[in-house]
Structure formats: C-alpha cells, structure tokens
T-cell receptor, first 114, second 110 residues
Framework: EPEVTQTPSHQVTQMGQEVILRCVPI?????FYWYRQILGQKVEFLVS????????KSEIFDDQFSVERPDGSNFTLKIRSTKLEDSAMYFC????????????FGPGTRLTVT | AQRVTQPEKLLSVFKGAPVELKCNYS??????LFWYVQYSRQRLQLLLR??SRESIKGFTADLNKGETSFHLKKPFAQEEDSAMYYC????????????FGSGTKLNVKP
C-alpha cells in the first residue's frame, strides 16, 4: 500500500539555522498538508497546498515558513531561521481527489532546535 | 474561535467494557467532524467521518450539533483498540484546513 514518507526522521539544528523538511506524498494525491505537534500538545495545522499554491495557512505559518513542490514528487517545508519554540514533530499529509477529506499522514520528522 | 476539545488525556477500561471518548467543538460555521487514530508505532489514520455514519472497527460517533459534541463510542472494547485517538474538524465540504484536538490515549486492559 502506498505511503507518505518523510525525511529525515529526526533533525537537530541550532537556533537561527534554516531547515528543510522533506515529504514524498502518495503519488496520485493532489492535496498536501503540513502539521506540527509540540510535545504533549495538539496536532496543529500549518498549511495546505493544491495546484502549486497555498490553499490555506494558519497563524503559525508566518514569513519564517515556506512550502514548495520542487518536482513532481517532493513537498518541502522550509523554516528560515529556527527558534527554540519550533521544536516539534512535523507531519506531512496528502489526500486524493476522490476523498479529499481522508488525509494520509507520514511518520513525522522530529525537529529539535538547540 | 475554532476549537476542538478532548477533555481526557487518558482513558483506561477493561476489555469488554464500553468506551466513550469525548470530543467537543466550537466552530462558527457548519463543521465536518472526524476521528483519527494512531496505533503504537504507526501513523495517524482516519477512523471515521461523521457524514458517512459508518461503524468502523465497532466504533461509532454521532454529531450532536446542539451539544457541539462528537463522542466516539464502542460497546465492547478490545485490547487492540489501545491507541491515541484524535478528534478533528474542518469546514463542511472544505478540507483545506483541519483543527485537531489534543488526543485521548485509550488503554484497554486485559
């Protein structure tokens, strides 16, 4: 069964550094999402992406964040200048045209900012 | 403001007992409600959607707009139901943005 994959599984970075989190959505999916989950807290929506543009973004998704689909398979989340409070688990998800509401989640990337 | 509340962080029941995982929401428009589940060492996956009115793995959930609740129920819990359960909300027919609750860990004891 096809799955969403994410790399790396764990990323440690210093405050102020840029990070890029990578996701490979399911191949025939058209809708892509990023979420984050700070330890012990809720899963928070960051951004959704369709047809090569952002559909919706949350208040968290400020100018420090950007998303890109650089080729036909990858979907990336970039954080330009990481802060300590960016430490979280970041989940990518994708959904298909027939069941847009059914998101398939990746295993997550744990980002630790020191 | 849009919000999904799951008041219980942990719920422990014995195998065969009924289980109810609570979810309350506040939303200004017309919502769609979902339950997602995350089994140990697995990824988040959709369990059920309110509009489909299905029973999945013996679980059901009814949307109560008057009480703004979407509680997940199962009459007889099984050990394999042990997992993290998340209630989620989106706008009706608009799945560009989802709001998740903080999750309830269900522990079914033998």
């Amino acid at each position: 069964e096809p799955e969403v994959t994410q790399t790396p599984s764990h990323q440690v970075t210093q405050m102020g550094q840029e990070v890029i989190l990578r996701c490979v959505p399911i191949s025939n999916h058209l809708y892509f999402y990023w979420y984050r989950q700070i330890l012990g807290q809720k899963v928070e929506f960051l951004v959704s992406f369709y047809n090569n543009e952002i559909s919706e973004k949350s208040e968290i998704f400020d100018d420090q964040f950007s998303v890109e689909r650089p080729d036909g398979s990858n979907f990336t989340l970039k954080i330009r200048s990481t802060k300590l409070e960016d430490s979280a688990m970041y989940f990518c998800a994708s959904s298909g045209l027939l069941k847009i509401y059914e998101q398939y989640f990746g295993p997550g990337t744990r980002l630790t900012v020191t | 403001a849009q919000r999904v509340t799951q008041p219980e962080k942990l719920l422990s029941v014995f195998k065969g007992a009924p289980v109810e995982l609570k979810c309350n929401y506040s939303y200004s428009g017309s919502p769609e409600l979902f339950w997602y589940v995350q089994y140990s060492r697995q990824r988040l996956q959709l369990l059920l959607r309110h509009i489909s009115r299905e029973s999945i793995k013996g679980f059901t959930a009814d949307l109560n707009k008057g009480e703004t609740s979407f509680h997940l129920k199962k009459p007889f819990a099984q050990e394999e139901d042990s997992a993290m359960y998340y209630c989620a909300l989106s706008a009706e027919y608009n799945f560009n943005k989802f709001y998740f609750g903080s999750g309830t860990k269900l522990n079914v004891k033998p």
